[in-house]
């Protein structure tokens, strides 16, 4: 039993723990909205996370069979594909902040 408490403490306290400090160190009013955009960031990070799951197998093929141009081409592009949307919605966010959590969360 204490292995798994453990490796449940570790898979689902860990990714929360910065929420955890926020909230003993600020008021709750902060540390709400700290987690409000901390959920509203992973927009901003999906296509990363998309992308690199997308693409894993066939970098795993070009870095197999040696062909170092194109998976360096590969890479590059996937990486200026994903900053756009990324940097855009980021932007949003500077720009737009009170206004979207405002319409995300009312």
């Given at each position: 039993?204490?292995?798994?408490?453990?490796?449940?403490?570790?898979?689902?306290?860990?990714?929360?723990?910065?929420?955890?400090?926020?909230?003993?160190?600020?008021s709750?009013?902060?540390?709400?909205?700290?987690?409000?955009v901390?959920?509203?960031?992973?927009?901003?990070?999906?296509?990363?996370?998309?992308?690199?799951?997308?693409?894993?197998?066939?970098?795993?093929?070009?870095?197999?069979?040696?062909?170092?141009?194109?998976?360096?081409?590969?890479?590059?592009?996937?990486?200026?594909?994903?900053?756009?949307?990324?940097?855009?919605?980021?932007?949003?966010?500077?720009?737009?902040?009170?206004?979207?959590?405002?319409?995300?969360?009312?």
């Open positions: 039993a204490w292995p798994l408490l453990i490796y449940q403490v570790i898979v689902f306290g860990i990714p929360e723990i910065d929420t955890m400090l926020v909230g003993s160190f600020l709750v009013q902060d540390a709400a909205l700290y987690g409000a901390r959920k509203l960031l992973l927009v901003v990070h999906a296509p990363l996370l998309l992308v690199g799951v997308a693409i894993q197998p066939f970098i795993t093929d070009l870095h197999v069979h040696g062909d170092r141009e194109r998976l360096s081409t590969l890479t590059r592009g996937m990486a200026t594909f994903v900053a756009v949307p990324s940097l855009l919605s980021l932007l949003g966010f500077v720009l737009f902040s009170e206004q979207l959590l405002s319409l995300v969360y009312g």
